[in-house]
């Protein structure tokens, strides 16, 4: 079962989240296997993290938000927030499979949070430029909640334009970039 989790910061939380990095690190590397996707998010204009995006293949709603609750930084208080749904990987890859490599170009996480009819369930257009793709659903997958992108694009706006404007209640858009240890 694909998860998507999502730990927003927060405000002036950074020098803590530079002291965790290590047990961060440690705590993710037990993850490794199971990783579709991660990295930090980061405030308009770069420079400062806002939160952590990871896609994860967990073997049940239980253990998603176990791994999104016992990671150290929200422990110890970094996150403000977070979000853990239920996601479908409509590519069918990991972020190490993207041809465009984890680097060069500006990339994206869009979120889309919606309800009711699903929309954009379908991949893009943009294929080539998509890191991960996918809709968000409830724990038992009858409802759809939302949509994910991982993106390479030139600017937020066209990021943003990977998902159908009025189908959501909103659409989040944050700059982002591969994660993990390199």
Partial sequence: ?????????????????????????SFMDQYTKEMIARGPTFAEGGGT????????????????????????NYQA???????????????GRTMGDFPGGPTGGNRYLV?????GEAADLAVPACKDELIA???????????WLG???????PDAATARAVLTPDRYADIEVHEWEFGGRR
């Fill in 111 to 115: 979120l889309g949070l919606g309800s």
């Fill in 49 to 72: 993290p806002s939160g952590s995006v990871h896609i994860v293949d967990l073997p049940s709603p239980a253990a998603a938000r176990s791994f999104a609750f016992d990671e150290p």
């Fill in 133 to 143: 793709y996918g809709p968000l659903l409830s724990d038992d997958t009858t409802a």
């Fill in 77 to 91: 208080g970094v996150y403000r927030d977070v979000l853990v749904r239920r996601w479908h990987n409509t590519l």
């Fill in 147 to 153: 949509t994910v992108a991982l993106v390479r694009a």
């Fill in 1 to 25: 079962m694909d998860f998507f989790c999502y730990h927003r910061d927060r405000a002036d939380s950074m020098t803590l989240r530079e002291e965790l990095i290590e047990e961060h690190w």
